[in-house]
């Protein structure tokens, strides 16, 4: 590692605050956070807006209310896919325990 690699400007400034804790968070502040990390489109749905392209990113925020709504709703469908995929799972550790104790039952 070269000495004048530490001290170069990097592309991306790096908010300490955000792993410090010295900025108070407001509800919509923390929402907004939440649907980044979580994938979902925190812009107001509007037909008539285009959704791509240079007015892209002048879109309005939705409300708090919707903002909500749609990150539940995306919690929600991840947590019943986890639980499908777990109940699956032991379905079929059940389903094969019971083809072993047949197996054992007829030797």
Do not use: H, P
């Amino acid at each position: 590692m070269n000495i004048k690699s530490l001290f170069m400007k990097r592309d991306k400034e790096q908010d300490w605050a955000k792993y410090l804790g010295l900025s108070i968070q407001s509800r919509k502040q923390w929402l907004l956070e939440n649907c980044k990390t979580n994938n979902v489109s925190i812009f107001t749905d509007d037909e008539n807006e285009q959704s791509s392209g240079i007015y892209a990113e002048l879109r309005g925020v939705a409300s708090e209310a919707e903002l909500e709504k749609r990150l539940y709703s995306k919690l929600a469908f991840k947590n019943s896919s986890n639980a499908n995929i777990i109940s699956v799972m032991s379905c079929a550790i059940a389903f094969i325990s019971l083809i072993i104790s047949i197996v054992a039952y007829f030797k």
